[in-house]
């Protein structure tokens, strides 16, 4: 079975810019998140899918993050414009069932885009 | 605010021997705990769980315990190999909030051969 699909895996911009992160979940996976680490820090949720519905963007700076599902499958995730202080590991996870007790709401991460903001 | 602490950066076991990952949390609503591990350039991958009903969990060489009252949990890995050097990350949810984890920030653990 693949894993979580992410692309690009690294990605180098300038302050102002903006930039777009791809990710396919597990085939089958309802559930798909959408999380930032920091360096030094735990991944945290910025925003978590239903198929193609926003379940929770409590922790999404909307001001200059947007992301879509459109057709319940694979996701983007844009920010524009870029900051410093945006420069992390944006990891996309997915899961079968959105409920987080037993295996159907095990979280499935892919490997991540690196994205340094210059 | 953080919710999930893990207070030891890192840990340096040999191979071997046990090592035990701490884990402290602080909101009383979590009642799902998850351990998971992530090398280098890859994504965290999966490790074990236990829900707030049990107080420990086993699974092969890792076992997670877990101590309600004091809002503490911890992985033991029983033989420890250098395969399991590695960033191991706790995380806690809240049953029908919509699976939302929320992660420490991790524990370098280093098995020395």
């Known amino acids: 079975e693949a894993g979580v699909a992410q692309s690009p895996r690294y990605k180098i911009i300038e302050k102002r810019q903006s930039v777009a992160f791809w990710c396919n979940p597990i085939?089958?996976?309802?559930?798909l998140y959408w999380y930032q680490q920091i360096l030094g820090q735990g991944p945290k949720l910025l925003i978590q899918f239903q198929n193609n519905g926003v379940v929770d963007d409590s922790q999404l700076p909307k001001d200059r993050f947007s992301a879509e599902r459109l057709k319940g499958v694979d996701s983007t995730l844009k920010i524009q414009p870029a900051k410093l202080e945006d420069s992390a590991v944006y990891l996309c996870?997915?899961?079968?069932?959105?409920?987080?007790?037993?295996?159907?709401?095990?979280?499935?991460f892919g490997p991540g885009t690196r994205l340094t903001v210059l | 605010d953080q919710q999930v602490k893990q207070n030891s950066p890192s840990l340096s076991v040999q191979e071997g021997r046990i090592s035990i990952l701490n884990c402290d949390y602080t909101?009383?609503?979590?009642?799902?705990f998850l351990w998971y591990k992530k090398y280098p350039a890859e994504g965290p991958t999966f490790l074990i769980s236990?829900?707030?009903?049990?107080d420990k969990n086993e699974d092969g060489r890792f076992t997670v315990f877990l101590n309600k009252s004091a809002k503490h949990l911890s992985l033991h890995i029983v033989p420890s190999q250098p395969g399991d050097s590695a960033v191991y990350f706790c995380?806690?949810?809240?049953?029908?909030?919509?699976?939302?984890?929320?992660f420490g920030a991790g524990t370098i653990l280093r098995v020395k051969s």
């Open positions: 996870a997915s899961s079968l069932e959105p409920q987080g007790v037993g295996p159907q709401g095990t979280q499935y």
């Open positions: 909101n009383s609503m979590f009642d799902y």
């Open positions: 236990i829900s707030s009903i049990k």
């Open positions: 085939s089958g996976h309802a559930t």
């Open positions: 995380a806690a949810s809240v049953t029908g909030d919509g699976n939302k984890l929320v």
